[in-house]
């Protein structure tokens, strides 16, 4: 965790690394990435690293975004979505 009590250095630098992983596969400027590479996230995969639970949520989202479209005929979703805050927010970032 980022604020992790017995090294937060460690954590921060955790965090950084999910940052720059998540702007990497994003496509955003290398200045955003914390340095991330192909091979930085081959290196820390070999060891087992957790990116977090990114793909559970994104899938979990779809999932709900497959349901909404089934519901309204689109996938329009507002922003403020009344029934899912998440789900609007989700897809209009």
Not at 28 to 52: A, H, P, T, V
Not at 54 to 65: I, S, V
Request: net charge positive.
């Amino acid at each position: 965790p980022k604020r992790y009590a017995d090294n937060p250095q460690l954590g921060s630098w955790v965090s950084n690394q999910r940052s720059g992983y998540k702007n990497f596969k994003a496509g955003k400027k290398q200045s955003m990435c914390y340095g991330m590479s192909e091979d930085r996230i081959q290196q820390l995969e070999s060891i087992g690293f957790n990116w977090g639970n990114t793909q559970q949520t994104w899938e979990a989202m779809f999932e709900k975004l497959k349901q909404y479209k089934v519901e309204y005929g689109d996938t329009n979703v507002p922003r403020k979505y009344a029934d899912n805050h998440q789900l609007g927010s989700w897809v209009n970032n």
